[in-house]
């Protein structure tokens, strides 16, 4: 398999280091650094597996290693490329550049040329705002992990706010657990039979325009996107022997979104809405928002406790392609506040039309001065049997990672 496929491929990596040239590759170095994570990680699931092929445990090991350099006019470049090894998913199994990123800083502009991540959103359990990056859901459940995005974005800062042009000229496609893998639905998806609207399948050219601004405590922004959905709609197919599997297809749509977040004292309120259209039969209307109140010093020592409420909805209902159409989340977010700077987040999110509730647990902690212990639970409890999360009923999660940053 080229190694390309599931990185960037490589007349894109082409075109991009001929628009890097003529932007300022010259010149003395002002700043240079060499940085990045090496880590093990462990993966332990109690039940039995659910589905043929799937291990009950599992190792890996990921290097994340980033290289930065900054010339005297401030003008910069990121080289982050990722790799994983994993012990019984060939999916999971991937290389991906993160980060390929000149950044140019001109007299009334910021010029960002290459591959790279961008985030937009304020809650905590779902991002529903998030759209510039593809998820690698290989790496996990929690859609928080991304692939590097070719783009080219323009920024315009003024008094009167900040505005974000981007072209994205090539599409990802969304990485998904192989058979061997753990977290996944009863059928494998073939990502290697995926289908594309657009006649220029992955080629086709996205494009994003963002209005963000600071008034006082509240921090906003407004965007739209036009291109291909980084959400495929999984469409039941075959394989080339004829076994069942999920195909994904990936479609056009137009998506108009608001994140935003006002800071109260110990208050944080925060919020996230869509409405989309182009996916499915009909456009929706998606919303995700709440609170996160600090207690702080509490019981009379450095510790700090937070409470974190959301509610999470969307109006497609059973017909959502989340998991969280009607959904109440509740979490404790505890910073112990040490010298190895312990933190852990607790949360619950129980649907308020059934039974199906989830838990998760992450925590970590510092040792000495390049090593962190992460810890991650997660549980599935009281899915129905039409539950968005039925296929991972038996796929409670212990996780154990030890990484080591230089």
Same mark, same amino acid.
């Given at each position: 398999?080229?190694?390309?496929r599931?990185?960037v491929?490589?007349?894109l990596?082409?075109i991009?280091?001929?628009?890097?040239?003529p932007l300022?590759?010259?010149?003395?170095?002002a700043?240079?650094?060499?940085?990045?994570f090496a880590?093990?990680?462990?993966?332990?699931f109690p039940s039995?597996?659910?589905?043929?092929?799937?291990?009950?445990?599992?190792?890996?090991f990921?290097?994340?290693p980033?290289f930065?350099?900054e010339?005297?006019?401030?003008?910069?470049f990121?080289?982050?490329?990722?790799?994983?090894?994993?012990?019984?998913?060939?999916?999971?199994?991937?290389?991906?550049?993160?980060e390929?990123?000149?950044?140019?800083l001109?007299?009334?502009f910021e010029?960002?040329v290459?591959?790279?991540?961008v985030f937009?959103?304020?809650?905590e359990?779902?991002?529903?705002?998030?759209?510039?990056?593809?998820?690698?859901?290989?790496?996990?459940i929690?859609?928080?992990?991304?692939l590097?995005?070719p783009?080219?974005?323009?920024?315009l800062?003024r008094?009167?706010?900040? $505005? /974000?042009?981007? +072209?994205?000229?090539?599409?990802?496609?969304?990485t998904f *657990?192989?058979?061997?893998?753990r977290l996944? =639905? &009863?059928l494998?998806?073939?990502?290697g039979?995926?289908e594309?609207?657009?006649?220029?399948?992955?080629?086709?050219?996205?494009?994003?325009?963002?209005?963000?601004?600071?008034?006082?405590a $509240? /921090?906003?922004? +407004?965007?739209e996107?036009?291109?291909?959905s980084?959400? *495929?709609?999984?469409?039941?197919?075959?394989? =080339? &022997?004829?076994?069942p599997?999920l195909?994904?297809v990936?479609?056009?749509?137009?998506?108009?979104g608001?994140?935003?977040?006002?800071?109260?004292?110990?208050?944080?309120?925060?919020?996230?809405?869509?409405?989309?259209?182009g996916?499915?039969?009909e456009?929706?209307?998606?919303?995700?928002?709440g609170?996160?109140?600090?207690?702080?010093?509490?019981?009379d020592?450095?510790?700090?406790l937070?409470?974190?409420?959301?509610?999470?909805?969307d109006?497609?209902?059973?017909?959502?392609?989340?998991?969280?159409?009607?959904d109440?989340a509740?979490?404790?977010?505890?910073?112990?506040?040490?010298?190895?700077?312990?933190?852990?987040?607790?949360?619950?999110?129980?649907?308020?039309?059934r039974?199906?509730?989830?838990?998760?647990l992450?925590?970590?902690?510092?040792f000495?001065?390049?090593?962190?212990?992460n810890?991650?639970?997660?549980?599935?409890?009281?899915q129905?049997?039409?539950d968005?999360?039925?296929?991972?009923?038996?796929d409670?999660l212990?996780?154990?990672e030890?990484?080591?940053?230089?």
């Amino acid at each position: 398999m080229p190694l390309f496929r599931r990185g960037v491929p490589g007349p894109l990596l082409m075109i991009l280091l001929g628009l890097l040239t003529p932007l300022g590759f010259s010149g003395s170095a002002a700043a240079q650094e060499f940085s990045g994570f090496a880590t093990g990680e462990a993966r332990l699931f109690p039940s039995a597996a659910l589905h043929p092929g799937q291990d009950d445990q599992s190792a890996s090991f990921a290097v994340q290693p980033e290289f930065y350099y900054e010339w005297e006019g401030g003008s910069s470049f990121t080289l982050v490329p990722f790799y994983r090894q994993d012990s019984a998913d060939s999916e999971r199994t991937h290389f991906d550049l993160r980060e390929f990123t000149f950044l140019g800083l001109f007299e009334d502009f910021e010029l960002r040329v290459g591959v790279r991540k961008v985030f937009w959103g304020t809650t905590e359990v779902l991002h529903l705002v998030d759209i510039i990056n593809q998820t690698d859901l290989v790496e996990n459940i929690d859609t928080e992990d991304k692939l590097g995005q070719p783009m080219v974005n323009l920024s315009l800062a003024r008094d009167w706010g900040t $505005l /974000d042009l981007f +072209l994205l000229p090539y599409f990802r496609e969304r990485t998904f *657990p192989g058979r061997g893998g753990r977290l996944r =639905g &009863a059928l494998v998806v073939d990502t290697g039979r995926a289908e594309f609207e657009s006649g220029l399948e992955e080629w086709h050219p996205d494009g994003a325009i963002r209005y963000s601004h600071t008034l006082g405590a $509240l /921090d906003f922004g +407004l965007h739209e996107f036009i291109g291909t959905s980084r959400e *495929p709609t999984l469409r039941l197919g075959a394989d =080339g &022997a004829g076994n069942p599997v999920l195909i994904p297809v990936y479609e056009q749509i137009r998506q108009t979104g608001l994140d935003l977040s006002l800071v109260s004292g110990e208050w944080l309120w925060k919020m996230e809405a869509l409405y989309r259209a182009g996916q499915g039969d009909e456009d929706y209307f998606a919303w995700t928002g709440g609170f996160e109140y600090t207690f702080t010093g509490i019981v009379d020592t450095a510790m700090d406790l937070g409470v974190v409420l959301e509610g999470l909805y969307d109006d497609r209902g059973r017909h959502a392609t989340s998991a969280f159409e009607h959904d109440i989340a509740l979490g404790l977010r505890l910073a112990v506040n040490d010298a190895a700077s312990t933190q852990a987040l607790f949360g619950w999110v129980q649907d308020v039309t059934r039974s199906s509730r989830s838990f998760f647990l992450e925590a970590s902690r510092r040792f000495g001065n390049n090593w962190v212990l992460n810890l991650e639970i997660r549980t599935f409890m009281g899915q129905d049997a039409d539950d968005f999360l039925f296929d991972l009923r038996d796929d409670d999660l212990l996780q154990l990672e030890m990484t080591y940053y230089f």
